[in-house]
């Protein structure tokens, strides 16, 4: 065990290695990320994701998904994510396969002041463990960490995306997938199951089911799990009154990707009033759907507590200050004509995308801005034209009411243009951002107020 003394010393290095990302969709923006589990410690929102990466040399599956280790982020107010670094690796686990890149998607629960990270792997030891995907765990004294792993996996496991859940009596379950979908109660120490396993009765046959992600709201328990149903997975749900189940199938909770990612891994928590749905796609990496980016956006319910189909967004959630970078690529809505979405660097998609506005029927809409109450005096546009134009900043509409005029110089460099503000809008704002006139292309980066 470590000394009090070093674990603190150690968390302040966590700390002072925190960075903070400003997001929308896709909500992590340094790396790929996929399989969130959301969960709310305190008055802040943690995500556990697993981390893709690219395979390296030598990996025996390069076009296989491929991870090595796990990081931890946190908010307080869904817009800006702070990394709190890796908590858990491969090589740094006592049971793992140290160059298996088998850490698939994880899950977190705190318990008595106790923080349970849960991750599945491939074990080195095949022989007194078994051979296939089991699951193990790293506890810690808070949500980023530092984890201590447990030197074995969990006994009587086997598979892969641990779910854990606390009902309200206190009883732990523990979920978990292998093309079925299992569960069982968990001991008081989180370490060790307390019943047999069970296969969890009225789920789909058909297709592959994993992901298992179980809540509870009003006296229903949600199972909500990914499931092949055609050819790639869409998200679903069945309800029981028991955590074990027999589950009664419901219906879908989010539609098969229109783009084609074959996977899709959720979680699904309430904060302050609000139920929001995390989930990943591969915003990052389009023509590779094994290095994805985690999402989240609003969920709601029916009066018969029947969840309502979640439509992913780009803008996804959170207020966005309009003292910091708008990144208006990430849009509510966008014209038929007139305006496109691209990468900024195909060769580097981590530097984001950038709106390119051609038309005067162009538009892009991007909801919830916040101008506080103090008058802002300017506006700055990072832009770039080879033509030069004018674009439109309103409120109220792509018609509505004009609050700057930016003009933008012919260069094929980036500018950053600053403009006065003309009638100045207090509060939560809805943006449109449109371009003057026909002949011109006008591309944009970000805008900020001052």
Not at 50 to 69: N, Q, T, Y
Not at 71 to 91: A, C, K, P, R, Y
Not at 394 to 423: Q, Y
Not at 424 to 447: A, M, P, R
Request: with cysteine.
């Amino acid at each position: 065990m470590k000394s009090p003394k070093i674990t603190t010393i150690f968390s302040t290095i966590l700390v002072l290695m925190a960075y903070v990302v400003v997001a929308q969709n896709p909500i992590i923006r340094n790396q790929y990320s996929a399989d969130p589990s959301a969960r709310v410690f305190g008055d802040r929102v943690y995500v556990y994701p697993s981390h893709d990466i690219l395979a390296p040399e030598g990996v025996a599956r390069k076009d296989w998904f491929c991870m090595e280790d796990y990081h931890v982020f946190s908010s307080e107010n869904l817009t800006d994510w702070t990394d709190h670094g890796m908590i858990v690796q491969q090589n740094k686990v006592p049971w793992v396969l140290p160059n298996s890149y088998s850490m698939w998607a994880p899950d977190c629960i705190e318990r008595n002041g106790k923080y349970y990270f849960y991750f599945p792997s491939t074990p080195k030891d095949t022989i007194g463990i078994g051979k296939g995907f089991t699951i193990g765990v790293a506890v810690a004294d808070t949500p980023a960490g530092p984890f201590l792993p447990e030197k074995n996996p969990i006994k009587g496991v086997r598979g892969i995306d641990p779910n854990v859940f606390i009902d309200k009596d206190g009883q732990a379950y523990l979920y978990w997938s292998s093309r079925d979908i299992f569960g069982a109660k968990l001991k008081e120490n989180m370490l060790e199951l307390d019943s047999e396993v069970k296969t969890l009765a009225n789920l789909p046959s058909k297709g592959l089911k994993e992901g298992p992600y179980v809540f509870e709201r009003n006296g229903i328990y949600y199972m909500t799990y990914p499931h092949v149903e055609n050819k790639i997975e869409r998200l679903e749900y069945a309800i029981s009154d028991n955590p074990l189940g027999p589950f009664k199938v419901m219906g879908v909770i989010m539609d098969e990707s229109p783009t084609g990612c074959w996977t899709n891994h959720h979680s699904i928590i309430a904060f302050k009033n609000q139920w929001y749905l995390f989930y990943h796609h591969n915003d990052y990496s389009p023509t590779f759907d094994k290095a994805r980016s985690i999402r989240a956006d609003s969920l709601s319910f029916n009066s018969d507590g029947t969840i309502k189909k979640v439509i992913p967004t780009l803008r996804g959630i959170g207020i966005t200050n309009a003292l910091k970078e708008i990144q208006i690529d990430r849009y509510s809505k966008i014209s038929e004509k007139g305006a496109s979405i691209v990468f900024i660097d195909p060769l580097d998609s981590f530097k984001g995308w950038k709106t390119v506005l051609n038309s005067s029927e162009g538009w892009i809409q991007y909801d919830a801005v916040d101008f506080g109450k103090k008058a802002l005096k300017s506006v700055i546009v990072k832009a770039m034209s080879s033509t030069g134009g004018v674009l439109q900043i309103r409120t109220k509409g792509e018609n509505g009411e004009l609050i700057a005029e930016v003009k933008i110089p012919e260069s094929t460099d980036w500018k950053e243009i600053k403009v006065p503000v003309t009638k100045f809008k207090k509060g939560i704002q809805n943006l449109y951002v449109t371009l003057e006139e026909n002949n011109k292309e006008v591309e944009v980066d970000w805008i900020r107020f001052k």
